[in-house]
């Protein structure tokens, strides 16, 4: 089992990377293509990518005495709408919210998500400690500092980011509920595919499309259909097999880290102190959150 944890902690992080990189393909994606086609088409991409896995493996189950985890089918699409569906609107707000923000400062504001992981929990009756709370408000701090405009207003892209956040955080706990019960491969397939035909459905009605949209914007829209999307999605839901939702929501929070350096190697953002200073913030808040989750509200003593 600690070789397993282990493993999967490995996989996350190596998801987070790619996601943080991801957040500079998609910027550069927008400049050729909108929002709701980028996200369709990266989703679909990821299908494609996955069909030729999910005969293989099921090949190899055939042949093997151990078979994995047993579902019914209607469960198995159940489940992949359910995660499809948090999919496409954490994907929808973060696409569009890049049109005006950095990725940079996307990457961060979206790993917020890793104290709305606990704090949705509070609703299904899970326990949150002191030293969750307190990440949450360092992390909120570095949130003002990062993004709070001179009249103390979010700007509209970074608005967007922090609701494609809480969006994730369902969509991290939703995994974490249905990866050790499901095959975890076809899981994915089925939550792009859902994502895909959601995202396709805005795009037909407010975007156009054309040939020369998909060819100029081809390098992003792989990068984020094959990589992103295909496997760093499915690394994912393979890794919280063995990991708590709100464990895997700190390491593959690191992804703002990736977008941050990314964003600087390869589209000359520079973030200004302040912003800098923010970015530690929430960093900080988010290692607080789940590094010092049995910190616990100090008892109170009753007067004799």
Known sequence: MHNKAIQANLLMLLAAAIWGFAFVAQRVGMETMGPHWFNSLRFFIGVLALIPVVIWIGRSKAQSADQGPKVSTKALMLGGLAAGILLFIGATF???????????KAGFITGMYIFFVPLIGLFFGMKTGLGTWL????????????????????????????????????????????????????????QFFVAGVLAMILALYFEQLSWAMISSTAVPLLFAGVMSTGIAYTLQTIAQQHAHSSHAAIILSSEGVFAVIGGFLLLNEVLPPQGLMGCGLILAGMLMSQLMPRLRWPKRTVAS
């Open 135 to 190: 990440g949450a408000v360092v992390a909120l701090l570095g949130l003002y500092f990062l993004s709070i405009n001179e009249d103390f207003t979010l700007s509209k892209g970074d608005t967007l980011q922090l609701i494609c956040a809480v969006a994730f955080a369902g969509h991290v706990l939703m995994i974490g509920y249905l990866a050790s019960r499901m095959d975890t491969v076809k899981l994915s397939l089925i």
């Open 94 to 104: 973060q696409q569009v919210g890049l049109q005006y923000t950095t990725a940079g």
